[in-house]
């Protein structure tokens, strides 16, 4: 039976609730953030695969909603370098549903709802106010602590909550901690996969460890330790090493003037680290290297002379949305026994060409100029994720990561002290 018509039902009755609370609750100046941050919960609380579809489809038509709704409401102008980056992502989703509908007209639908979101995300968070801005950083926040009190549950329990289906139980293996001993199984909270899950958490804390004056300290350094614990219960390097290169990004853009300093003390210490833990670092790296995730990551980068030697048509405009699988039919794809990508620089290049990865990283660059560095924080979190995982067309990651990117197109003010209003 279909899931669609309940999912729109369910859809419209969530908007519905949400636009009565928020009119009655949520102060004006408040409620286009109090959207996303709904819009992300509903996201990020359903995005496991154990969920009912009827609830998937309910929760992604329904944040579109909220973001529609979020949308129209009056808010801060638009200006140039937000038009830009919102301008470079609906014409990047364009460009993949034009090919889409003609590689793979079964996945017109799922482009479309990203698209959406990923539009909708972007376009919300260049018109927020400063009061919204707020109420979107705590919800975020909370967002994260929630998910890490339902990750410490299942750590315990052994079973996601509240979906209850964990990855050894589709897969023929299991996925094993390697930043903890023991042989543990990594967490995955709501959203059904290590990497979404520790994504969540590294946005909620950047986010927290740049709310310096609003938040007293050791209210930040007790939410942040809580946030990065999660993040090793996730079991995910990638993870860790993106919220070390936003942490870099933070120490070198703190303060105009002294970056070249920060930025050296950084190097420095890595430095001292590398010579002190030489032995460690060596076991850990030789880990890695042999492990499964580094070597079908590095075959998929094996396979970019492959994806160039197609046709040119395909080769600038990719083969669709959706045709990842028909490319491993192809044999373009390493033939290890995964079927997983885990770098989204390949996957669009084989599913929107060229001028698809041309247009993801124009947005990058346009955003990584901004002089906010919670922004740039942000946005470089996502830079680090981009070889390890392929999170555009899951709907919360491209949420989160359309609205960073939109966050630095927004105006810097004169307050240097900007950056602490989203918590």
Do not use: K
Not at 383 to 404: I, N, R
């Amino acid at each position: 039976m279909s899931t669609t018509g309940p999912g729109v039902i369910a859809a419209g009755l969530i908007v519905l609730a949400v636009m009565v609370v928020g009119a009655l609750l949520v102060p004006s100046a408040a409620r286009r953030g109090a959207l996303l941050v709904v819009a992300l919960g509903l996201l990020v609380g359903t995005a496991s695969s154990a969920a009912p579809e009827s609830i998937r489809t309910g929760a992604v038509h329904g944040a579109i909603g909220l973001l529609a709704v979020a949308a129209v409401l009056p808010g801060a102008p638009v200006r140039r370098r937000g038009g830009v980056v919102v301008g470079l992502t609906a014409t990047s989703f364009g460009l993949a549903l034009v090919t889409t509908a003609v590689g793979y007209p079964e996945a017109i639908g799922l482009t479309v709802r990203v698209g959406l979101l990923a539009v909708g995300a972007a376009w919300c968070l260049l018109r927020v106010t400063e009061t919204d801005l707020r109420a979107l950083g705590v919800g975020v926040v909370v967002l994260g602590l929630l998910e890490v009190a339902l990750g410490v549950v299942e750590f315990v329990t052994g079973d996601p909550v509240p979906w209850g289906l964990r990855h050894r139980d589709v897969n023929a293996y299991v996925l094993v901690n390697t930043l903890l001993p023991g042989g543990l199984e990594r967490v995955q909270g709501t959203l059904g996969h290590p990497i979404p899950y520790g994504v969540v958490l590294c946005v909620a804390f950047v986010v927290t460890i740049t709310a310096r004056r609003r938040v007293p300290g050791p209210v930040r350094v007790l939410v942040g330790s809580a946030l990065v614990a999660g993040m090793l219960l996730s079991g995910s390097r990638s993870i860790v090493l993106a919220a070390v290169l936003a942490v870099a990004v933070l120490i070198v853009s703190a303060t105009e003037g002294r970056g070249v300093v920060r930025a050296a003390a950084a190097l420095l210490g890595v430095v001292v680290v590398v010579v002190v833990f030489v032995d460690e670092l060596g076991v850990a790296s030789d880990r890695f290297l042999s492990s499964g995730s580094y070597e079908n990551r590095a075959g998929t980068l094996r396979s970019v002379p492959r994806l160039l030697g197609r046709p040119f048509a395909e080769v600038l405009f990719g083969s669709g949305v959706g045709t990842v699988e028909r490319l491993y039919d192809e044999g373009l794809f390493p033939q290890d026994g995964f079927w997983v990508l885990d770098n989204q620089l390949v996957t669009t290049l084989a599913t929107q060409g060229v001028i698809g990865v041309a247009l993801m990283i124009a947005v990058l660059v346009v955003a990584l100029a901004t002089r906010d560095p919670l922004a740039r924080a942000l946005c470089a979190v996502f830079v680090g994720m981009l070889v390890t995982f392929d999170y555009v067309f899951w709907p919360s990651m491209t949420v989160l990561a359309a609205g960073a990117t939109a966050l630095a197109g927004r105006p810097t003010g004169p307050d240097p002290h900007r950056p602490e209003s989203l918590a």
